[in-house]
């Protein structure tokens, strides 16, 4: 059984800076590419940040030169650092287990519960 399990979020002022993980557990995390996602309420969810297996990433304009994505096999575990956080970052962060090629990355039904992100002005 596949579980992904966020953790890390809360409150924050803008300017600030969040580390969000995520644990993974029921897959081969080593050969998965992993993806953090953000929905904020009344909008679509959207990717912010994949990695391939070999350490690929890719990130949206939005959030490109202040989120960085990492990832630690031997832990299973896949990290989101956010820095100079704004109030449109506010939102719910989701991780998935999915796949990386082309340097696109394509997501799965294999979700975690999310974890809340709040940056205030």
């Known amino acids: 059984q596949v579980q992904l399990v966020e953790s890390g979020g809360g409150l924050v002022q803008a300017g600030g800076s969040l580390r969000l993980s995520c644990a993974a557990s029921?897959?081969?995390?080593?050969?998965?590419?992993m993806g953090w996602y953000r929905q904020a309420p009344g909008k679509q969810r959207e990717l912010v940040a994949a990695i391939g297996i070999t350490g690929s990433t890719k990130y949206p304009d939005s959030v490109k030169g202040r989120f960085t994505i990492s990832r630690d096999n031997a832990k299973a575990t896949v990290f989101l650092q956010m820095n100079s956080l704004k109030p449109e970052d506010t939102a719910v962060y989701y991780c998935?287990?999915?796949?990386?090629?082309?340097?696109?990355?394509?997501?799965?039904?294999?979700w975690g519960q999310g974890t809340q992100v709040t940056v205030s002005s």
């Open positions: 998935n287990a999915g796949s990386y090629v082309s340097g696109n990355y394509y997501s799965t039904n294999r």
């Open positions: 029921g897959i081969s995390f080593s050969i998965s590419a």
